[in-house]
């Protein structure tokens, strides 16, 4: 059985997915609009630990 499987068919078929996920990510990435990056930019970022809920 496992010689029966061609790997350079397997590599071709995994190249392909690849491209096409990061085609997909890439598009997604260039529609979001103005707005949405901005609010990705405005996440802080910092080294100390912080509770979601405010402390509560």
């Known amino acids: 059985m496992i ?4 790997y ?5 078929i995994a190249l392909a997915l ?4 990061f085609g997909l990510m ?3 990435t ?4 103005r707005n949405a990056t ?3 930019a405005a996440i802080p ?3 100390n630990v912080e509770t979601p809920r405010d402390g509560q």
């Open 18 to 21: 690849f491209c096409f996920a």
């Open 8 to 12: 350079s068919d397997c590599a071709e």
């Open 38 to 40: 901005d609010r990705f």
């Open 3 to 6: 010689r029966a499987i061609d």
């Open 30 to 33: 260039m529609r979001l609009s």
């Open 45 to 47: 970022l910092s080294d």
């Open 26 to 28: 890439f598009f997604a």
